[in-house]
């Protein structure tokens, strides 16, 4: 007996609102990062403390990873979803009304740690493609997903600039209130048959990590890029401002036109139903070394069209390899995927703050061109990790 229910399908409509969900429920965690400046004095934190901020908001969400979405496996998906959809909801509206930096910083963890709702989605919908056209659906949600993460902050900026900081949670918590609606309304049920106990799921996480090379490879590969990501992402705000004059909505538009990486996902998609994980994971280690050598020297001869065409390369080739890998690990053992997504998502969302405090380091000690070489490096090491992989 099989141990699901059989999946119902998804029309690219559903497809489409799933991408959509996706988008707006991880922009819950990158808000903060646009506004830190303006909110730090206005609940009278001090400059040296104001990261905490984005901290909490990060350390809930990489605990939601781990504690919350390998309840996929266990609980029906749609309602976790919903539970989760409306926690995210609860906690923005608390970051509206606070008026106290405990508070603040309190609903800040709760809304990063409900807004982990988006990884139940993605394997949800690896549940209801079939085999065929999964990489394809995986990939035009992941698409959804890195728009959300890239258009976050220039959005908040904009926000803020029209009615202050805290209109950006306004306006996102009820987004997420009609976020549910929409779910309640055009998403099916998932109803897993579990056999294992809530401690016995996270441990058997970790065992398919262990036992597993195809998941430890793939987790290993988006790690380091989830690193150099967020290194990159990290200090190219500083490098606009300081050697190219720019200002936050500069910054913004920066952004912005870096977003145009997020089309490889859909693209990514396809190679996988098609079978060229291999190939498209070898290009997609390679193009993020041409991004940071491209970066590198765009930043040192002051040239801005570079160093935008870095960015939307770095963001690709972020998105092929995600997308790729997520074929492999929803391929590996459909009644684990909520397990296998948690623990793969842990290690590369630390992988990405761990990205965040080495940009800080690489740039103060030694700019941007540490910063790129840093960069370079790390994705060399992997694409050398990726040339050990035996051929199936």
Same mark, same amino acid.
């Given at each position: 007996?099989?141990?699901?229910?059989?999946?119902?399908?998804?029309?690219?409509? !559903?497809?489409?609102?799933?991408?959509?969900?996706?988008?707006?429920?991880?922009?819950?965690?990158?808000?903060?990062? =646009?506004?830190?400046?303006?909110?730090?004095?206005?609940?009278?934190?001090?400059?040296?403390?104001?990261?905490?901020?984005?901290?909490?908001?990060? !350390?809930?969400?990489?605990?939601?990873?781990?504690?919350?979405?390998?309840?996929?496996? /266990? #609980?029906?998906?749609?309602?976790?979803?919903?539970?989760?959809?409306?926690? &995210?909801?609860?906690?923005?509206?608390?970051?509206?009304?606070?008026?106290?930096?405990?508070?603040?910083?309190?609903?800040?963890?709760?809304?990063?740690?409900?807004?982990?709702?988006?990884?139940?989605?993605?394997? $949800?919908?690896?549940? $209801? &493609?079939?085999?065929?056209? /999964?990489?394809?659906?995986?990939?035009?949600?992941?698409?959804?997903?890195?728009?959300? #993460?890239? %258009?976050?902050?220039?959005?908040?900026?904009?926000?803020?600039?029209?009615?202050?900081?805290?209109?950006?949670?306004?306006?996102? &918590?009820?987004?997420?209130? $009609?976020?549910?609606?929409?779910? +309640? /309304?055009?998403?099916?049920?998932?109803?897993?048959?579990?056999?294992?106990?809530?401690?016995?799921?996270?441990?058997?996480? @970790?065992?398919?990590?262990? /036992?597993?090379?195809?998941?430890?490879?793939?987790?290993?590969?988006?790690?380091?890029?989830?690193?150099?990501?967020?290194?990159?992402?990290?200090?190219?705000?500083?490098?606009?401002?300081?050697?190219?004059?720019?200002?936050?909505? *500069?910054?913004?538009?920066? +952004? !912005?036109?870096?977003?145009?990486?997020?089309?490889?996902?859909?693209?990514?998609?396809?190679?996988?139903?098609?079978?060229?994980?291999?190939?498209?994971?070898?290009?997609?280690?390679?193009?993020?070394? $041409?991004?940071?050598?491209?970066?590198?020297?765009?930043?040192? =001869?002051?040239?801005?069209?570079?160093?935008?065409?870095?960015?939307? @390369?770095?963001? &690709?080739?972020?998105?092929?390899?995600?997308?790729?890998?997520?074929?492999?690990?929803?391929?590996?053992?459909?009644?684990?995927? *909520?397990?296998?997504?948690?623990?793969?998502?842990?290690?590369?969302?630390? *992988?990405?703050?761990?990205?965040?405090? @080495?940009?800080?380091?690489?740039?103060?000690?030694?700019?941007?061109?540490?910063?790129?070489?840093?960069?370079?490096?790390?994705?060399?090491?992997?694409? %050398?990790?990726?040339?050990?992989?035996?051929?199936?």
């Amino acid at each position: 007996m099989s141990s699901q229910t059989q999946p119902a399908g998804i029309s690219p409509g !559903l497809t489409a609102i799933f991408a959509i969900a996706c988008g707006m429920m991880v922009a819950n965690i990158y808000y903060a990062q =646009a506004l830190i400046g303006a909110i730090t004095p206005a609940l009278g934190l001090r400059p040296s403390v104001g990261g905490m901020i984005v901290t909490l908001t990060q !350390l809930g969400y990489g605990a939601g990873l781990f504690f919350i979405v390998s309840l996929a496996d /266990r #609980i029906e998906n749609k309602r976790l979803i919903l539970v989760l959809t409306l926690g &995210a909801c609860a906690g923005l509206v608390g970051c509206v009304l606070a008026r106290s930096a405990t508070g603040f910083l309190l609903c800040s963890f709760v809304t990063g740690f409900c807004s982990v709702g988006t990884q139940i989605m993605v394997p $949800l919908a690896a549940h $209801l &493609a079939p085999e065929e056209r /999964r990489g394809q659906v995986v990939g035009n949600i992941m698409g959804g997903l890195i728009t959300g #993460i890239m %258009l976050a902050r220039p959005l908040a900026n904009g926000l803020a600039a029209l009615s202050g900081w805290r209109t950006v949670f306004g306006v996102s &918590a009820v987004a997420m209130a $009609l976020l549910a609606l929409l779910i +309640a /309304r055009t998403v099916p049920a998932w109803r897993p048959r579990p056999t294992l106990g809530y401690g016995a799921l996270l441990r058997s996480g @970790l065992s398919l990590l262990v /036992r597993t090379p195809a998941i430890r490879r793939r987790t290993a590969y988006q790690a380091i890029m989830f690193v150099v990501f967020n290194l990159f992402w990290t200090t190219v705000p500083l490098l606009l401002a300081q050697r190219f004059g720019f200002g936050q909505e *500069g910054i913004a538009l920066f +952004a !912005l036109a870096g977003a145009g990486g997020a089309l490889a996902a859909p693209i990514a998609g396809r190679l996988g139903d098609r079978g060229y994980i291999r190939a498209g994971t070898a290009v997609a280690l390679g193009t993020a070394i $041409l991004a940071f050598l491209l970066a590198g020297w765009a930043g040192a =001869a002051h040239t801005l069209i570079l160093l935008g065409l870095a960015a939307v @390369l770095l963001d &690709a080739a972020t998105q092929l390899n995600q997308v790729l890998g997520q074929r492999v690990l929803f391929s590996i053992a459909p009644e684990a995927r *909520g397990r296998i997504n948690s623990v793969y998502m842990t290690i590369v969302f630390v *992988g990405g703050a761990s990205g965040s405090m @080495l940009a800080t380091l690489t740039y103060s000690y030694g700019g941007w061109t540490m910063t790129a070489a840093v960069g370079a490096v790390l994705t060399a090491a992997a694409f %050398l990790l990726f040339l050990t992989e035996p051929r199936g």
